[in-house]
């Protein structure tokens, strides 16, 4: 019940920060990188501090929720899901923190100061741990479901992101990367609004298991050799000797 609770809120925060995020972005009259949203001097500042501190909690919440999910591939199998979210989440705060200074400079050149390194470097880890988290749940175990809806978002937040650095660090059409940056982002923030909703409805299921009775616990068939003659076999295999409780005569004698 409590897990349940704790997923429906971040799924709830996280929902209202991507919805926040579109109207930020829709609110300014040309394109920007997502990041420049909270710059110094920019109007929705204010605003993208608050969409990130949602992330912050919603992806905190969701990982405690998500704490049982477990990925059966062996690199991706060393920590679990929530830890990446919850790694991710961490990031995100110190970039609600540190904002980058205005226009959000990219790592090279005179203007890049101290703050810029350290707001581009915890949001580039904080990606990184979040598309970790996405990866690992692509191959969740016992979550088919999941794992097929992150393994679509993991290769489209690879692929887009990436493209969308690349012209960005190489100044090439940065319109159309900045308009990728906005979709990778939104995407990786509709995987975690999905992760926590199924987090939120398995909790529900698993209350009305409870509810009715343990559900069956799948267990493993086993071959074990047997001696006939210790239970009533003929020679043959085919007919029983079973004696019942109340009457000396036997079935099938």
């Known amino acids: 019940m409590i897990d349940r609770v704790v ?26 990188y997502v990041s420049e949203l909270g710059a110094v001097g920019m109007p929705t500042a204010k605003v993208f501090q608050v969409v990130l501190l949602l992330i912050v909690a919603g992806g905190a919440l969701i990982a405690s929720a998500g704490r049982g999910i477990r990925s059966r591939a062996r690199i991706l199998r060393w920590w679990t899901p929530s830890i990446s979210l919850a790694v991710a989440s961490a990031f995100f705060l110190v970039d609600s923190q540190v904002t980058c200074t205005s226009g959000c400079p990219l790592p090279v050149g005179a203007t890049f100061t101290l703050q810029d390194f350290v707001h ?98 799948p267990v493993d068939l086993v071959v074990v050799p047997v001696d006939p003659p210790a239970l009533g076999l003929h020679a043959d295999g085919y007919e029983g000797v079973v004696l019942l409780p109340d009457d000396e005569r036997a079935v099938g004698a």
Do not use: N
Not at 10 to 21: E, F, I, K, N, S
Not at 144 to 164: K, W
């Open 120 to 217: 581009t470097l915890a949001a580039v880890l904080a990606f990184a741990a979040a598309s970790w988290a996405i990866l690992q749940c692509a191959f969740a175990v016992g979550h088919p479901a999941l794992a097929r809806f992150s393994l679509v978002a993991a290769i489209a937040v690879a692929a887009i992101s990436l493209a969308g650095g690349l012209m960005s660090l190489l100044h090439f059409e940065v319109v159309i990367g900045s308009r990728f940056e906005l979709v990778a982002t939104t995407i990786g923030l509709a995987w975690v609004v999905v992760f926590g909703a199924s987090l939120a409805a398995g909790s529900a299921l698993h209350g009305v298991e409870k509810l009715i009775g343990e559900p069956d616990e």
């Open 7 to 32: 997923a429906t809120t971040g799924t709830l925060c996280m929902a209202a920060a991507l919805v926040t995020l579109w109207i930020t972005r829709l609110s300014v009259p040309y394109d920007v």
